[in-house]
């Protein structure tokens, strides 16, 4: 009994460091672009997140004075255009971007 005992002691220590040595999931990656973190110039300048505002935010790229604003995100200008950069239109936003891949 006593044999058995100090056994299964000795299988329970040996087994549970790879127990808690199981990988736990990745977490899912960032998006490449965000309408939080991502400043309005650097989408300015990719093609094809250019484009993504264009559709979304028409006119918004083409204003006189959209240089001013190239070194924020779209969620820090959102308090300055809060008409056109409503929290519905930067979920479009960000929705499309989710889809760009970063540019290498």
Not at 21 to 47: C, F, H, K, R
């Amino acid at each position: 009994m006593k044999t058995a005992l100090i056994a299964a002691s000795l299988l329970l220590t040996t087994a549970a460091p790879h127990v808690a040595m199981a990988q736990a999931p990745a977490a899912a990656p960032a998006p490449a672009y965000s309408v939080e973190t991502t400043d309005i110039g650097t989408l300015l300048d990719n093609p094809a997140t250019k484009a993504v505002l264009d559709k979304n935010l028409p006119g918004f790229t083409a204003n006189p004075q959209i240089d001013m604003a190239r070194s924020m995100t779209l969620k820090g200008v959102q308090q300055y255009a809060a008409d056109t950069l409503t929290d519905a239109a930067l979920a479009k936003v960000q929705a499309d971007l989710n889809k760009i891949p970063a540019k290498k």
